[in-house]
């Protein structure tokens, strides 16, 4: 086993081990992948302010998002199909982010239904929704999220339609792959993928297959899919869902300054800046770029928090000393997921843990809630480049 130093160990490791087609799906940003590249080259262009004689004793990295401890304040963002990266994911990753003591977000699209997670783990996690235009059916998602005692509702706003990423239609993505000559001869290189799928029952979209009407089999679940995702969800749904829900409700994918005031003044408990990780509107900015307009925004009235384009610590530091009071991670622990099961969830969360600790200390501080602007450089126009 070869020593596992940062997450880019992790993503070799996933591209190795798991099959061709689920790699590239979390791999990819939509068209020509401009927003997915920057949401790692903005992080990458903020820098950070060392101080010394600095006392580095008694440091601590603990949080909260939402008003629940969190070990540290990185939460796993949902992640579709995560049990086609390796058999079970969702429970495995679930598992791994209760023992670190972070939040996990269960996928409305995740192959793990939310009775097999809440079986798999002791303490609540956090439900993410897709808004379909089956009404019943999200009202039924919801009745099983409150059911299994989900302590949050993470309602995603930027996938009404989906946007294009060539390399799912090219590789004919599917849960489980369709059993074609290509896809066998790449299976035939993935023996502890295949074994693991033998030995699991959960190969399909278990939040659905039997949950949607006329949604039995894969084929009825394709067509349910395409055509479920409402393109008319607007504030007044958002309300709707929100009283149907009666509990934490984090609104996620938003980018813009008045989307996010609406937000703050419809009463969410949190709003999550993101732009899905690059996979929707290709030539969107960066989401850290976005961060302070939309933290000053809102104010103190709902709590920020970031996702797309965190591959390290250094990047927690940089989003929280930019104002945001937690933060996600998605392909960072889904390459740990595909590398090393559990194991390879609970070193993605290790790897960040550290590097996080250990730059806060090097840039004098002891406690992670205390970052701010003063700890980061940022070239100057890298706020005000695009207007
Ligand atoms: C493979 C993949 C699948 C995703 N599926 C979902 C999903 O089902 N629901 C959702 O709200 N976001 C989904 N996202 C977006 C993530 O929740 C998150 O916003 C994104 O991964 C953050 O960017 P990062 O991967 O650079 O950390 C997905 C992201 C990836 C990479």
């Known amino acids: 086993m070869p020593a596992i130093t940062c997450i880019d160990d992790l993503k070799r490791l996933h591209e190795r081990r798991a099959p061709r087609m689920f790699f590239d799906y979390c791999e990819s940003g939509s068209w020509t992948e401009q927003t997915f590249r920057e949401n790692t080259t903005d992080f990458a262009d903020i820098r950070l302010r060392q101080k010394v004689a600095v006392n580095m004793e008694g440091r601590t990295t603990k949080s909260q998002m939402i008003g629940q401890d969190v070990a540290m304040p990185v939460a796993l963002a949902p992640v579709g199909m995560t049990g086609m990266q390796c058999a079970d994911g969702e429970i495995k990753a679930a598992r791994a ?58 309602l995603t706003l930027d996938l009404q339609i989906l946007g294009q990423r060539h390399k799912d239609l090219k590789n004919d993505l599917n849960a489980p792959p369709r059993l074609t000559l290509k896809n066998l001869l790449n299976l035939a290189t993935k023996p502890q993928w295949c074994l693991g799928m033998l030995g699991t029952k959960r190969r399909t979209f278990r939040n659905i297959v039997g949950h949607a009407k006329g949604v039995q089999n894969l084929n009825s679940l394709m067509s349910w899919t395409a055509e479920q995702f409402d393109p008319r969800l607007d504030w007044d749904k958002i309300r709707q869902i929100k009283d149907m829900w ?35 509107l290709d030539g969107a900015l960066s989401s850290i770029r976005m961060l302070p307009e939309i933290v000053r925004a809102v104010g103190d009235k709902t709590e920020v928090h970031l996702d797309s384009g965190i591959r390290s610590g250094q990047d927690v530091l940089k989003a929280l000393a930019l104002g945001a009071k937690g933060t996600y991670i998605g392909r960072s622990y889904i390459y740990g997921l595909g590398a090393m099961g559990e194991k390879g969830v609970t070193k993605a969360l290790e790897v960040i843990h550290k590097e996080l600790d250990i730059s806060m200390a090097l840039c004098g501080e002891r406690d992670v809630n205390n970052l701010r602007r003063d700890n980061v450089l940022i070239p100057s126009g890298y706020f005000d480049a695009y207007h």
Not at 257 to 280: C, L, P, T
Request: include cysteine.
């Open 97 to 154: 982010a209760e023992k670190f003591g972070v939040p996990f977000t269960l996928s409305t699209m995740s192959i793990c239904s939310i009775e097999d997670v809440a079986e798999a783990t002791t303490k609540p996690f956090w439900f993410q929704l897709y808004v379909m235009r089956d009404k019943d059916f999200v009202a039924g998602m919801i009745e099983r999220a409150k059911k299994a005692k989900c302590s949050a509702l993470v």
């Open 246 to 280: 009666g509990g934490k409700l984090i609104l996620k994918g938003i980018l813009d300054a008045e989307d996010a005031r609406r937000a703050a003044d419809f009463g969410a408990d949190a709003i999550v800046v993101s732009n899905h990780g690059g996979r929707q």
